[in-house]
């Protein structure tokens, strides 16, 4: 059973910084895709951010201030957040894609989710 755990959320000033952390447990992760998504109520998740190796891809809201990283040795993936704004207020979720076919953007090409972490960005 694979499982994932979020962490490092909170609360932040507009243009503060935040990492996340993303700890995978339940099989080897070194060659999976991991993505990072954000949902705030009413609306659909949100691509941000995927991993497979050293390919990554970024939302356009999110390039230049966010970055994905991975430790395959801790089985943990992260995302560096720095010049927060109002905006990247949400829920924020990591999920895992099994079998490569590309760094998806829709949430449902993922297999797995964490719990989610709340970031919340004050003006």
């Known amino acids: 059973q694979v499982q994932l755990v979020e962490s490092g959320g909170g609360l932040v000033q507009a243009g503060g910084s935040l990492r996340l952390s993303c700890a995978a447990s339940?099989?080897?992760?070194?060659?999976?895709?991991m993505g990072w998504f954000r949902q705030t109520p009413g609306k659909e998740r949100e691509f941000v951010a995927a991993i497979r190796w050293s390919d990554t891809d970024y939302a356009d809201s999110v390039k230049g201030r966010f970055t994905i990283s991975r430790d395959n040795a801790k089985n943990t993936v992260y995302l560096q957040m720095n010049s927060l704004k109002p905006e990247d207020t949400a829920v924020y979720y990591c999920?895992?894609?099994?079998?490569?076919?590309?760094?998806?953007?829709?949430?449902?090409?993922?297999?797995?989710w964490g719990q989610g972490t709340q970031v919340t960005v004050s003006s």
């Open positions: 999920g895992i894609k099994l079998y490569y076919s590309g760094l998806p953007k829709s949430p449902g090409d993922y297999d797995y």
């Open positions: 339940g099989r080897t992760f070194s060659n999976v895709v």
